[in-house]
């Protein structure tokens, strides 16, 4: 029997006067809780209570031991209140993981609102383009942006992540404007160097036709979104990159966009995390929050 119910009901029945009046207000036989008694007397090795048919009294070592249930009884309701307490208010650290140019760019501002909302909750970022582990790692949640594998982690669907090409009005000056995907070819394209799997050389559009795909050459590789806009931006070649890191260069005309009339590739992207029943408030608080803002 588990020793902390028997601990209840023994002192539910000292305090009612009768093991009918305990059973009563905890929903038991007399039977179930002669039980309990039984058990701990068994336990204890010692007599807790004088039973007659008509009444009933603490023994010495009873009534020392009732004091104490008592005290082990509001401890473990502490318990249960501390628990449900954490469990409501988001509080703790969060540590997350992100790729390096959505993370720089776009998480991290709206983390420092998540924040603010949240001020008992602090944050570990991590930033990096491989696959990190969440369990052996300890990430809370993670941001994959790629197709999800069937790992039994729980994802949920954040906004494609757009990619768009552009290049500096200086190359653009100098290397003449694409006016169609296969152009691609005679132009420096600079390409992103993925951690864990080869570059890619094929650059994918969406044209009046269909999916234009062009096999494109790049003498400059990086696995940093944010380097391959400088190079951009210094007028070394075309960048194929996340619209959101773009924009504002964009707006300037720092940048500009090539091939407007065809669709550039989006990325499928996803907040991913462990299997919980009950998540806990942080983390609960923590998802619905990028849900809401990159959904």
Known sequence: MDRLTSMEVFVRTVEAG??????????????????????LEERTGARLLHRTTRRQSLTEIGSAYYERCKLVLAEAEAA??????????????????????????????????????FPEVSVELTLSDRVVDLTEEGYDAVIRISPLKDSGLIARALKPYQLIACASPAYLAQRGTPKVP???????????????????????????????RVSVRSQFLVNNGQALRQAALSGFGITLQAEDMLREDLASGRLVQVLPNYGAPTRPIHIVFMPDRRPTPKLRSFVDFVVAEFG
Not at 26 to 38: A, D, N, T
Not at 186 to 206: I, K, M, Q, R, V
Request: a positive charge; aromatic letters at 10%.
């Open 182 to 212: 296969a152009d691609l070819a005679s132009h420096e394209c600079l390409g992103f160097a993925y951690w864990a799997a080869p570059p890619l050389f094929d650059w994918e559009f969406t044209g009046p036709s269909g999916i234009e």
């Open 18 to 39: 009768s093991l009918t009046a305990a059973g009563i207000s905890l929903g038991l036989s007399s039977q179930m809780v002669g039980k309990h008694l039984r058990f």
């Open 80 to 117: 249960d209140a501390i628990a449900q307490n954490l469990r409501a208010t988001p509080r703790g650290k969060l540590r997350i993981n992100a790729p390096l140019s959505f993370g720089a760019h776009s998480l991290t501002p709206a983390l420092t609102r998540y924040m603010q909302r």
